[in-house]
């Protein structure tokens, strides 16, 4: 399968010597446990955390080489014995703290969202990281309700559509 590939710490916009590198035979990877679940990734982001953890300044550290990304959204692939929550076929959305930029990742049943058939498969890749955050800043953080105003400028679209979820009112202001 195809996977981005950390070999080395380092800035990952480096011309000279990136620490990152796209392989074509990196191993599928098996069903370790019999609730693991493998998904064919269709979507992944390229988040802040990632960044960091390819530069090696992020809080949790990983073994060298590790494969980057955390939010994605996919097709189910393949299931354990004893998975009962999804199946070949089914949409996913999910988080793991390594891992997405590649062809396939497995994760535990317990930890997979169910996407909606229909549901656009590059949008719910950035549910788990890019809309978790943005709700936890205007509804637990800010403490905003549906009686104020939402403002929104260059807000990302997460934050956006956290606040259309809400019942805020949006004003866009020039």
Do not use: W
Not at 137 to 145: D, G, K, P, Q
Request: aromatic content about 6%.
């Amino acid at each position: 399968m195809e996977a981005l590939l950390c070999k080395r710490l380092g800035d990952p916009t480096s011309s000279s010597e990136p620490p990152i590198e796209l392989t074509q035979n990196h191993p599928i990877p098996k069903l370790d446990s019999p609730t693991a679940v493998r998904i064919k990734i269709k979507a992944t982001s390229l988040t802040f955390a990632t960044y960091l953890k390819i530069l090696g300044k992020y809080q949790e550290k990983h073994p060298l080489p590790f494969i980057p990304g955390s939010d994605y959204a996919g097709t189910v692939d393949a299931v354990g014995p004893s998975v009962t929550k999804f199946k070949v076929g089914d949409y996913v959305c999910a988080v793991s703290p390594i891992g997405s930029f590649a062809t396939f990742i497995v994760q535990d049943q317990s930890r997979l969202f169910e996407v909606p058939k229909g549901c656009d498969l590059v949008a719910a890749a950035g549910l788990p990281v890019a809309f978790g955050t943005s709700h936890l800043a205007l509804v637990h953080r800010a403490n905003l309700t549906s009686s104020q105003v939402h403002r929104a400028r260059a807000a990302s679209l997460a934050s956006q559509d956290t606040g259309d979820l809400r019942g805020f009112e949006r004003q866009n202001r020039n």
